[in-house]
RNA sequence: GCGCCCGUAGCUCAGCUGGAUAGAGCGACAGCCUCCGGAGCUGUAGGCCAGGCGUUCGAAUCGCCUCGGGCGCACCA
């Protein structure tokens, strides 16, 4: 890995990584068997399984559980009914009935059994089974939530990766925040992650770079100076060359125009490199590993794979290219790798890059890619596959495109007219929070609308404010509870009587910040960290309401205490949940 | 022409491996502060889930087709 240059410096910006550790055996917390639900499953899988047996209905037919849509038809509910149904010719209903006849439950957990609709067994599980967990919450505080399921899984996260021509767009501040979010949610559930960038510094684009830069240059010494007809529009470039004026004088005008280009491209890239980096920090982005393409070629790494696409019979010249027998491999049709001018197209390299990420010993890749580059990827996993490592290891996650609105109007956008809006100039206007919120705030098969004028708005309007109003409160609460001298912070753990907690909207916030661990895990394993938002504005939803239904702060000390254990249970769900979206959940706004 | 994504309330979007009367926010309308943060809460109105056919006990969800919108389809990345 000496070809990558190494980024493990401290990850403290915003405070927003609960940890800048990533050691897979401090995931003992919580086990995925734990989790509330699965609990549940386990017990009712017990008995239910019982029942069938006795019923000679076992080993026809899988029996599961589910949590069900309305939560009027109670906690858990299974379906095995009507799956049976058929193949012992009985109406499902008969067959529910069956069952719960010879189920025996304990009432302390399970408070109903009963049949709904065309067969469904609905199980409603009491409140203090419920309410007896928040203590496991408190427990586990700033881990709660943490899922061991990744078992220390060796995890690449590649995301943003864009070359350094230029500053950062809307559309990769999306795949910033999706990519770490998502890098997130895997160390959350016990994987070793590591985040890469990957780039390239040749190339056409990066000389059309340098002619850009060296064309400004030039032309702050004389205005006459013709800037390159498909050059880098942008101001930016402007920017840079007065730098580089500022740093070297004129010494580079009277230069041989290669070694001033050199020069030119190395500054730019250094420069903008520099502002892309601090643009991430900013919405506390900060990348492990930079790997640049160009290693690939150094280390004989690309060559490597055209000679093993030979020697196995899947790569042939042919116009004076090399093409790779993608149509072998399952393909349409198939491609070129090295062009007849001797150049590699970009899935070479790409390829080799993803043959050294199972290399390094990646058990799980996972690429962050814009829709535009959706059409490389059956190329890349094919090339992967080909050369003997499994592309179902590689996950790949795309984005839609993100258009901004303002005042109802969609902003437009032209890169090659530079009239875009950079990353750096959202965060400016509506702050890093609501950015990272908005971007995860959709799922990222969908087209996300950025509405600037809701993300500035300081009120209940924006859903981020919303979120982090309700971890304010509770904080404030806390702090009132404090004074009052109600409630003492460092005894929490002992004397509490949860049994207490009975009222509806009690029991409905109980239930939600139980079900953290199995959303956390749902996030991860699927790569859709917009559940997780909506899941956060549920918890927030549900707290506001339990505050107008209770008065916290009470004289009747026992029902304070417990009803202060749960602000601070939901509040730890919210911390947790701000950290993994990487936003702060303040203490007071 | 081919591939991928999307089409759900006036607007922006949820809806997890198919499940029981389709959800949220905004917008509209009507209410709620002697009391812990009203940046909050409650209620009302609003939908043939683009359309069609199929799979099944059961479809917004799965399959095929059509129609709309987006993004790609190079010896550019």
């Given amino acids: 890995m000496g070809r990558c240059e190494e980024n493990r410096s401290t990850r403290s910006i915003s405070g927003s990584k609960a940890s800048g550790k990533k050691n897979a055996s401090s995931y003992t917390q919580t086990n995925k068997e734990e989790t509330n639900r699965d609990r549940m499953k386990k017990y009712l899988t017990d008995k239910v399984g019982g029942a069938l047996k006795s019923l000679s209905y076992d080993g026809i037919t899988k029996l599961t559980f589910e949590k069900p849509k309305d939560e009027t038809h109670g906690d858990i509910t299974t379906n095995i009914a009507m799956l049976l149904a058929k193949s012992v010719k009985k109406n499902p209903r008969v067959v529910a009935q069956e069952i719960i006849g010879k189920l025996e439950v304990d009432p302390k957990y399970v408070s109903k059994v009963e049949i709904a609709g065309p067969g469904f067994i609905n199980f409603r599980f009491t409140d203090e089974f419920y309410t007896a967990q928040i203590g496991n919450i408190l427990k586990h505080a700033e881990s709660f939530g943490k899922i061991n399921i990744g078992n220390g899984k060796k995890t690449q996260v590649e995301y943003v990766s864009a070359n350094p021509t230029g500053p950062l767009s809307v559309g990769h501040g999306r795949q910033a925040a999706v ?8 160390e959350w559930t016990g994987h070793d992650v590591t985040r890469e960038y990957y780039y390239n510094n040749a190339g056409r684009q990066m000389r059309m770079l340098a002619e850009s830069t060296y064309a400004r240059y030039r032309q702050l010494f004389d205005s006459s100076y013709i800037f390159p007809e498909d050059g880098y529009q942008g101001d930016y470039i402007c920017k840079i060359a007065d730098d580089l004026k500022k740093d070297r004088g004129d010494s580079i005008v009277a230069m041989p125009s290669e070694e001033a280009l050199t020069i030119c491209k190395e500054f730019a890239e250094q420069e903008l490199f520099g502002a892309i980096k601090k643009v991430l920090a900013r919405m506390g982005v900060v990348h492990d590993v930079f790997f640049n393409e160009d290693s690939l070629y150094k280390s004989g790494k690309i060559e490597e794979v055209i000679t093993e696409f030979r020697n196995k019979g899947l790569a042939y010249d042919q116009d004076g290219a090399v093409w790779l027998k993608t149509s072998a491999l399952g393909l349409d049709q198939d491609r070129v790798i090295v062009k007849s001018t001797g150049e590699p197209t970009y899935r070479l390299p790409d390829i080799a890059y993803h043959r050294e990420k199972f290399r390094r010993g990646f058990e799980l890749i996972v690429d962050v890619f814009g829709a535009d580059h959706i059409a490389t990827i059956p190329d890349v996993l094919a090339g992967v596959k080909a050369l003997g490592y499994d592309p179902e290891k590689v996950k790949v996650v795309i984005h ?31 702050g890093s929070d609501a950015v990272r919120f ?22 209940e309007k924006n859903p981020v404010y919303y979120l982090q109003y309700a971890h304010a409160r509770i904080a404030s609460i806390l702090r009132f509870a404090e004074e009052q001298g109600t409630f003492n912070m460092a005894d929490i753990s002992t004397g509490i009587d949860y049994s207490l907690l009975k009222g509806p909207t009690e029991i409905a916030l109980t239930k939600l910040l139980l079900d953290f661990p199995e959303t956390i895990e749902s996030c991860a394993m699927h790569f859709e960290p917009h559940r997780l938002t909506t899941y956060l504005q549920d918890i927030a939803a549900a707290f506001h309401r339990f505050y107008h239904e209770h008065r916290i702060v009470i004289p009747e000390l026992d029902i304070a205490k417990a009803r202060l254990v749960l602000c601070l249970a939901a509040k730890t769900v919210l911390a947790n949940g701000c950290a993994i979206l990487g936003i702060t959940a303040p203490e007071r706004m």
């Fill in 438 to 459: 908005f971007f995860l705030m959709r799922s990222t098969s969908s087209h996300l609308e950025f509405d600037l004028n809701l993300a500035k708005e300081q009120s």
């Fill in 400 to 430: 839609q495109f993100v258009t901004l609105m303002r005042d109802g109007e969609q902003v437009k956008m032209s890169k090659r007219l530079a009239n875009f809006v950079t990353l750096d100039e959202l965060i400016d206007e509506v």
């Fill in 179 to 186: 990519g770490d979010t998502i890098a997130n949610l895997l």
